[in-house]
């Protein structure tokens, strides 16, 4: 510690002396002559840097710099250029040229240090800024779907899952999801809820997607492939940024009325010189749910001809509790009445995110990152059951270290489940309250279902008086006397109760679970100069806490190690038109074998628009946790 306490009064001693070097301009459009906004200044290799405003000004202030030292300027859709600085107060303006095409782009999570897209190992997708600030859809998360080779399947308003090559589903722990480095998914569903928990499109900078196994990279996540979320920077990004947008939805359905849509964003950013600044984001988006309503029997115990509403074993597809059958003699299969979706599930869903960051140069080569980002919401997920994620909290806490050719970064992801529950559980659970015997008494939930059953032959059988023998109708009118019906306080009650009774007992998913991870990596090219050399590694440690709803862990806590490294070389040759790039990682889950998984490519440039490649990879997973756990028990 007092070791790291000298170094930084030591650097900030040398800052004292730095001679101040203050660099302004204007960034224009060289055909039309317009102001650039947004544009990028980059001193060449360091982390310093900044963004022209609306009116296309800049200021950069690079106190730490020796003379000379080039800055860069980019811009989307325009050719970049570079300018020396070789005094300490320059104006810099920059008439910027168009270019031809939009095609090459700079992208970083192809090789993990930044390179043109087309000159890429792997095929890759972006969604720059421009891209996003143009996206016709409601938020930019929804307009990914216009990215080559990937797809979507959207399960909620808050929740879409996203995909690219292989087999797709509502919840998708083949794909790994980024935001600033971070892994977006949930510690105890295994998988990235969509954006209800990312980042607001206020403060994304840009999406870059690798439609393909990135194992070779990323680890066993990415075997389907990888979206990396990039976040503003608030040295290069300041200022007061607010966002309204509203939509109605629901147009023609018999169920309910047109409802508003609305999305709230706001961020500021703040640098103080050149060595500290921070941000925060605020944004909350609300709606009205998509109703699930589709009653179609698909009682598999039944023949496809005698299946419909009058169907005394009827298994509709949208309610739930009719799922408990049984078959009584002479009368046949018999379900329970079940009830519909929309009197089980909370269709009023929401997603607050809430972000800070706090940044420091100690240099401008060396960077100290905080960053904070707390989201809750409420969304429909389908897996094998329909589950309401009820004001579903997701945290993390993200430290980094970083230069221009290395970072160091530890992060750790929570989950609070709070309110969120199984419906069809819930119909089961609400169905067992309130069952009567025939003598009048209300039974035990272990006795409920069978009870009902006993109800309702009797009733169709005559034993029972005023009811139509043989008649289901009249039969199941009998049997559900008592039943509590949606919208009343014994259901309202009955409903909360299961709610916030989680196992086997109720139908409520309770999960504290957390994930601790570490990585980092070193770019050694410019020490070694005759060829391109990277090598990183990654460390997680898993620990569940779902008191024995989700897993065994309700006496043993599960706890579950992970760890990779990886290694990356790439050389060019003839005149640099040809480069090849080779990768190589070695993954280990402590209950299972280790895998390595390997990538090679080659990229030939013919000119500035044409490029060919050529590669191959493989991809590796490892189990979900659900299996891992059960390993363990």
Do not use: C
């Amino acid at each position: 510690m007092k070791k790291l306490l000298f170094i930084i009064l030591l650097l900030n001693s040398i800052n004292l002396f730095a001679q101040e070097i203050k660099i302004t301009g204007n960034i224009t459009d060289g055909v039309t002559g317009k102001p650039v906004s947004g544009a990028s200044i980059s001193v060449k290799g360091k982390l310093t840097g900044t963004t022209t405003d609306s009116k296309g000004n800049y200021t950069l202030n690079a106190n730490k710099l020796k003379l000379p030292f080039t800055i860069v300027i980019s811009a989307v859709g325009f050719e970049v250029q570079e300018s020396q600085v070789t005094s300490a107060n320059n104006d810099i303006s920059v008439k910027l040229s168009q270019k031809a095409i939009v095609l090459n782009e700079v992208v970083s999570s192809a090789t993990r240090i930044n390179q043109s897209i087309l000159q890429s190992p792997v095929s890759i997708e972006k969604m720059s800024l421009k891209a996003i600030k143009e996206n016709p859809s409601f938020t930019f998360y929804d307009g990914l779907q216009s990215l080559k080779g990937l797809e979507a399947v959207t399960s909620s308003l808050t929740y879409k899952q996203i995909n690219t090559r292989g087999f797709n589903s509502t919840g998708n722990s083949r794909f790994l999801q980024l935001v600033d480095g971070v892994d977006n998914q949930t510690p105890g569903l295994n998988f990235s809820v969509g954006n209800l928990f990312g980042a607001s499109d206020i403060d994304i900078e840009s999406v870059e997607v690798i439609p393909g196994a990135a194992s070779a990279l990323y680890g066993p996540v990415a075997f389907n492939g990888l979206l990396s979320l990039k976040t503003k920077d608030p040295f290069k990004y300041q200022g007061l940024t607010v966002q309204v947008k509203s939509g109605l939805n629901h147009f023609g359905e018999s169920v309910v009325k047109p409802q508003g849509l609305y999305d709230f964003a706001a961020r500021y950013a703040k640098a103080f010189n050149d060595k500290f600044a921070f941000k925060i984001n605020a944004s909350y988006l609300t709606g009205r749910d998509w109703y699930a309503d589709n009653y179609t029997d698909v009682s598999a115990s039944t023949p496809a001809a005698q299946r419909g509403p009058n169907n005394p074993g009827r298994d509709a597809l949208n309610i739930y509790g009719d799922e408990v059958t049984k078959t009584l003699p002479g009368i046949g299969l018999v379900s329970r009445t079940g009830y519909e979706e929309k009197d089980l599930m909370n269709y009023n869903v929401y997603s607050l995110k809430l972000n800070g960051a706090l940044q420091y140069r100690f240099s401008n080569n060396l960077e100290a990152i905080y960053q904070y980002n707390y989201g809750r919401g409420t969304a429909s997920y389908t897996g094998s059951s329909r589950f309401d994620l009820n004001n579903f909290v997701l945290q993390t806490h993200r430290i980094e270290l970083k230069g221009s050719n290395f970072f160091v970064r530890g992060y750790s992801v929570e989950e609070n489940s709070h309110d969120s529950y199984n419906t069809r559980s819930l119909a089961q659970f609400i169905n067992r309250d309130w069952v009567k015997d025939l003598n009048g008494n209300t039974v035990t939930p272990d006795k409920a279902d069978d009870t009902w059953f006993t109800r309702y032959a009797a009733a169709f059988n005559g034993s029972v008086s005023g009811v139509t023998p043989n008649n289901n109708s009249a039969a199941r009118t009998f049997a559900d006397q008592g039943r509590f019906l949606p919208g009343t306080s014994e259901f309202n009650s009955a409903k909360n109760a299961s709610i916030h009774n989680y196992g086997l007992s109720g139908a409520g998913v309770f999960s504290n679970s957390k994930f601790y991870h570490a990585e980092g990596q070193y770019d050694f090219t410019s020490a070694i100069k005759v060829f391109e050399l990277l090598a990183g590694g990654s460390f997680r440690d898993y620990r569940m806490f779902t008191n024995g709803s989700l897993f065994d862990d309700k006496v043993n806590r599960v706890t579950i190690k992970e760890y990779g490294s990886f290694l990356q070389a790439a050389k060019k040759l003839f005149d640099d038109n040809l480069k090849l790039t080779a990768s190589i990682r070695y993954d280990k889950n402590e209950n299972f074998k280790g895998s390595f998984t390997p990538r090679v490519s080659a990229v030939y440039t013919v000119d500035k628009t044409s490029n060919f490649r050529a590669s191959y990879q493989t991809g590796f997973r490892n189990p979900t946790l659900l299996i891992s756990s059960s390993t363990l028990t």
